[in-house]
């Protein structure tokens, strides 16, 4: 589920849509949470669908550390990429405003944790070396992302979350640590969908 200050606005015919903000939204405010609207599907089940719903589901999902593919039932499909993303995903299936969020501003993520299943080719942005995104990019740029992370949930406590009752209860117990200083917060590294073991253990 999105944060209740968004709303989905057209971009451009290159673009399409997005997720832009209608309110401040303080960094280290919840900007997103999976929750039980949002559905998951396994490989069997995309190879079971036509080529259209196969390549919608692909374009408008990602996949978790388990390979399952989330749709999102919300305007959550349509944040698109930024390599200077406002929004930064923790190991805890919420993310977090990376930054302040003021009025107008699109809501962003980084497409390299999101386990895609091929290469992203993206428009240069300033500040970036990166031109694509890439399936195992969680492996190289884990230690930025999680420094983001960890700065967002430094202000955790300090702003409002509307989406806060919507955390998974097993994770509850160790947010509210990091949140307090008393835990050190998880790598990202976490969320990696590592196919070779998947291939492994299918053989």
């Not at 097993?170 to 990202?188: E, L, T, Y």
Request: charged content about 25%; hydrophobic content about 35%.
């Amino acid at each position: 589920m999105m944060h209740p200050a968004t709303e989905l606005r057209f971009i451009n015919d290159s673009i399409g849509y997005g997720v832009f903000a209608t309110k401040l939204i303080p960094k280290g405010s919840i900007t997103w949470i999976l929750d039980d609207l949002d559905q998951m599907f396994d490989e069997s089940h995309l190879a079971s669908l036509d080529t259209v719903q196969r390549e919608h589901l692909i374009k408008y999902s990602y996949r978790d550390e388990q390979g399952r593919y989330i749709l999102c039932w919300d305007i959550a499909r349509y944040v698109n990429h930024s390599f200077n993303s406002s929004c930064i995903a923790t190991p805890y299936k919420f993310e977090l405003a990376a930054r302040d969020i003021h009025p107008g501003d699109e809501l962003t993520d980084d497409y390299g944790y999101f386990n895609l299943d091929k290469p992203f080719y993206c428009v240069p942005e300033p500040g970036s070396t990166r031109t694509k995104v890439m399936p195992d990019d969680i492996l190289y740029h884990y230690p930025e992302w999680d420094c983001k992370a960890d700065g967002a949930m430094r202000c955790f406590n300090h702003v409002e979350q509307p989406l806060k009752h919507l955390i998974d209860h097993k994770f509850m117990a160790k947010v509210a640590a990091i949140a307090q200083g008393d835990a050190k917060m998880d790598s990202i590294l976490a969320c990696y969908y590592d196919r070779t073991t998947t291939f492994k253990a299918a053989s």
